[in-house]
């Protein structure tokens, strides 16, 4: 599996490490699902900015996301752990051998 920075680097992208105190939202009840999303904001009030969700479709209920620390990903979600160093304004979709990676400017506030 390609650390952090190597993701990073084929996607042309400058790291921002998400650190391990700070939480990410992800939504627990789809995890077993596929594909798996990310998209990530702004950091904002320790917060990394990550959203995670399996599955098709992202749900606008207010408790889709549950916040869960950053260094908990890997026992959630281990495969996802390689992309949480991609810049605010990524996404990732990822399902077993297939994998996409994009910026998303409407994301970020820049």
């Given at each position: 599996m390609p650390s952090q920075n190597e993701i990073?680097?084929?996607?042309d992208a400058i790291p921002s490490v998400s650190k391990?105190?700070?939480?990410?939202?992800?939504?627990?009840?789809?995890?077993g699902k596929l594909p798996i999303n990310g998209l990530r904001h702004d950091p904002e009030n320790g917060t990394c900015g990550w959203?995670?969700?399996c599955g098709e479709e992202m749900s606008e209920e207010p408790d889709f996301f549950k916040p869960l620390h950053v260094s908990h990903i890997r026992?959630?979600?281990?495969?996802?752990?390689?992309?949480?160093?991609?810049?605010p304004g990524y996404r990732f979709l990822v399902a077993g051998e297939y994998e996409d990676v994009w910026h998303d400017p409407q994301l970020t506030s820049m």
């Open positions: 990073c680097k084929k996607f391990g105190n700070e939480k990410l939202g992800l939504a627990i009840e789809t995890i959203y995670i969700w026992e959630y979600l281990p495969e996802i752990e390689q992309y949480l160093s991609l810049p």
